[in-house]
């Protein structure tokens, strides 16, 4: 089963309004990203965030992460209709051990931003 | 600066036809990742690779095998194609750890 699942799996906002999205794992991770999928296209990495960070921006962008929740919130501030894509949240394990350099994605948030 | 590149784009096998998908990074990184997108799923890992001549198994590496005989190379094979295999494949690298990773646009196969 995949490590990481998104909540919602679809949402669809308005222009200017936020979007919140989340994203809960499994098990004990080092870090986890958030990436941005067009459609049809490749992924595009948008944040990363370690596990001994708690917060962390890059322009209308807010990540949070609770280690002892096991969760993740992307925060996209003054929606735009471009911002339609799909996301997902990624987590890296550990060094070391079997799961070394793995990288896995949960399922994504559909967002549509209407104009 | 060409980042990630597969080949190929699209491709249509018979069902047990063979097919390599080739991943060619020019950014010398050490990790390299083949993933499947279907519909509802995410992206599922196949097999993943933390430096040249080594592989590993993700979460879905049934019916693939893997190579990576050059650093800037990452194979993806399908010995006997399979209806189920169906899906666009997504390759990725990374320069270590807790890095971003970088992605390709995808090969999109069908299997029929």
């Known amino acids: 089963s995949q490590q990481g699942e998104e909540d919602p799996q679809a949402l669809s906002i308005q222009e200017g309004e936020n979007a919140t999205m989340n994203c809960s794992y499994k098990?004990?991770?080092?870090?986890l990203q958030w990436y941005r999928q067009n459609s049809g296209r490749g992924l595009v990495h948008l944040i990363l965030?370690?596990?001994?960070?708690r917060e962390k921006h890059s322009g209308r962008l807010r990540v949070t992460l609770d280690t002892s929740k096991k969760s993740s919130s992307l925060l996209i501030t003054a929606s735009r209709a471009a911002d339609t894509a799909s996301y997902f949240c990624a987590t890296g394990f550990n060094a070391g051990g079997t799961s070394y350099g793995k990288l896995t994605f949960g399922q994504g948030t559909i967002l549509t931003v209407h104009p | 600066n060409a980042g990630v590149t597969q080949t190929p784009k699209f491709r249509v096998l018979k069902t047990g036809q063979s097919m390599t998908l080739l991943c060619a990074q020019d950014m010398n990184h050490e990790y390299m990742y083949w993933y499947r997108q279907d519909p509802g799923m995410g992206l599922r890992l196949i097999h993943y690779?933390?430096?040249?001549?080594?592989?590993a198994k993700g979460e879905v590496p049934d019916g693939y095998n893997v190579s990576r005989l050059k650093k800037q190379n990452f194979l993806l094979g399908l010995e006997s194609a399979a209806p189920s295999q169906t899906s666009v494949y997504f390759c990725?690298?990374?320069?270590?750890?807790?890095?971003?990773?970088?992605f390709g646009q995808g090969t999109r196969l069908t299997v029929v």
């Open positions: 990725a690298s990374s320069s270590g750890w807790g890095t971003e990773a970088f």
């Open positions: 098990t004990s991770i080092n870090n």
């Open positions: 965030i370690r596990s001994n960070e």
């Open positions: 690779s933390v430096g040249e001549g080594t592989t």
